[in-house]
């Protein structure tokens, strides 16, 4: 089991930059598969990111692929997600997910979550 805390949220304007990070507690984080997951005002939860437990191979939603990018530090148990070039669309609250040795591709597929931590994008 793993237990997930996010910080880094924020307001930012169009075109600017924040990074994300998830602190896990536990002792097998290496054996997770972690990602990010938003949910905007009055919408659902979506998939926005994923990076796999052994390869670090990493995934995206098509719409934040080139602009955010996730990467994890096992030594630190810590997974982060660095966006660029956000846009208003982007609002939401970021959860960070983590699945024990399976890829996070989708919501149903994610086993833990975090509380969550606010982005919001103004013009």
């Known amino acids: 089991q793993v237990h997930l805390v996010e910080s880094g949220g924020g307001l930012v304007q169009t075109g600017g930059s924040l990074r994300l990070s998830c602190a896990a507690s536990?002792?097998?984080?290496?054996?997770?598969?972690m990602g990010w997951v938003r949910q905007a005002p009055g919408k659902e939860r979506e998939f926005v990111a994923g990076?796999?437990?052994?390869?670090?191979?990493?995934y995206y939603k098509d719409s934040v692929k080139g602009r955010f990018t996730i990467s994890r530090d096992n030594a630190k148990n810590t997974v982060y997600l660095q966006m660029n070039s956000l846009k208003p669309e982007d609002t939401a609250d970021y959860y960070c997910?983590?699945?024990?040795?399976?890829?996070?591709?989708?919501?149903?597929?994610?086993?833990?979550w975090g509380q969550g931590t606010q982005v919001t994008v103004s013009s």
């Open positions: 997910a983590a699945r024990y040795r399976g890829r996070i591709v989708s919501t149903i597929a994610v086993e833990y």
């Open positions: 536990g002792r097998t984080f290496s054996s997770y598969d």
């Open positions: 990076i796999d437990s052994n390869v670090h191979y990493t």
